[in-house]
T-cell receptor, first 113, second 114 residues
Framework: QQQVKQSPQSLIVQKGGISIINCAYE??????FPWYQQFPGKGPALLIA?????SEKKEGRFTISFNKSAKQFSLHIMDSQPGDSATYFC????????????FGQGTRLTINP | SAVISQKPSRDICQRGTSLTIQCQVD?????MFWYRQQPGQSLTLIAT?????????ESGFVIDKFPISRPNLTFSTLTVSNMSPEDSSIYLC???????????FGQGTRLTVV
């Protein structure tokens, strides 16, 4: 009930391509869905987040698509760059915010130059 | 945003010993969180540290193994007690900063137990 399932586990994309990472959840009480980016040796940093009252949110090259009925959300990275190579985590929480985040398993993204 | 400093950044410890990890925030925060990130895996919440009250532990984590202190609004410690190799992980401090919906994380403490 509290799980967030993330796929794929790893992803290799050519420079300039589109990177797509998917997540699914079961608990309909989740109301805040952030994506975190983590570089080696660093803590996760917020990339972009969405609430269930919108179906899409775009910030620069990063877009979250949200399907409330399917209980799925995804991260799209357009024009992927080598500097985007990192581990990406989706997450979810109740009552929107930093409290008690439930994280997906993570996706190690590699952008080939 | 918040600047979160964790100490130590990494350590190698003998099994059976204990390690205390410090988390310092540059502003006052109500809630601080401790996460564990096992090698190549996701982050799992250990406990929520509230100033002035006992920490709240998640299922699978107990106070005897992971005692937490929260003496003021800018500081917390997590102790990993009686360590075994299975405790080898990255331990991360996170804060809930008023006015910001997202969690801010420290850089983590990489613990290796030998």
């Amino acid at each position: 009930q509290q799980q967030v399932k993330q796929s794929p586990q790893s992803l290799i994309v050519q420079k300039g391509g589109i990177s797509i990472i998917n997540c699914a959840y079961e608990n309909t009480a989740f109301d805040y869905f952030p994506w975190y980016q983590q570089f080696p040796g660093k803590g996760p940093a917020l990339l972009i987040a969405i609430r269930p009252d919108v179906s899409e949110k775009k910030e620069g090259r990063f877009t979250i698509s949200f399907n409330k009925s399917a209980k799925q959300f995804s991260l799209h990275i357009m024009d992927s760059q080598p500097g985007d190579s990192a581990t990406y985590f989706c997450a979810a929480s109740i009552r929107g915010g930093a409290q008690k985040l439930v994280f997906g398993q993570g996706t190690r993204l590699t952008i080939n130059p | 945003s918040a600047v979160i400093s964790q100490k130590p950044s990494r350590d190698i410890c003998q099994r059976g010993t204990s390690l205390t990890i410090q988390c310092q925030v540059d502003s006052q925060v109500t809630m601080m969180f401790w996460y564990r990130q096992q090698p190549g895996q996701s982050l799992t919440l250990i406990a929520t540290a509230n100033q002035g009250s006992e920490a709240t532990y998640e299922s699978g984590f107990v106070i005897d193994k992971f005692p937490i202190s929260r003496p003021n609004l800018t500081f917390s410690t997590l102790t990993v007690s009686n360590m075994s190799p299975e405790d080898s992980s990255i331990y991360l401090c996170s804060v809930d900063l008023r006015g910001f919906p997202e969690a801010f994380f420290g850089q983590g403490t990489r613990l290796t137990v030998v």
